[in-house]
């Protein structure tokens, strides 16, 4: 059973840092992967290979939800699809979805062939169904949290930019004026 630590940065401009010691402090013997790519997507190169090498009794760490999936349907899918297979799922600043529902499972050794021993089995069945859903909504409004923070982020950055033109800030390359860059000044020299 392997542990690994899943950590995940959108752009080279932020640090991988904090999100590790975040996983060392609490998992120390977890083996760290390492992604620079957006979470808007689940196509990511090394959660892929990690996702396709993960067995049942495996662990993954994240430090929280969203440097797992962006998207609410994409994160749901996939934490279904890993908890369906067995692995664990950890969350550090979202422990209440932590593999909720392998916590969650009621049990009893009761003979289903007597009429006391079915009804008992059927209420158990029902509460586990039941608990099941109630750990579906909360795993999906953690996703959709996430999600909803990059729409935030969006919305934002778009205002900035208004905020900027609105008091005569050029935003972008100048219409209709060369981009001169110490690079290809530089390439231009050598020419």
Known sequence: M???GYVRISTKKQSLERQIRNIRAAYPEAMIVEEVYTGTSLNRREWGRLRNKLKEGDTVVFDSVSRMSRTADEGVEAYFELYGR??????LKEPTISTALKNRTLTISQDGSTSEGRLIQSIISALNDYQRELAAAQIRITFDQAEKEVEDLHQRTREGIQTARAHGKQIGAVPGKKLTTKKSVEAKAVI
């Open 2 to 4: 392997a542990m690994y």
């Open 86 to 91: 067995g692995v664990n799922l950890v969350f």
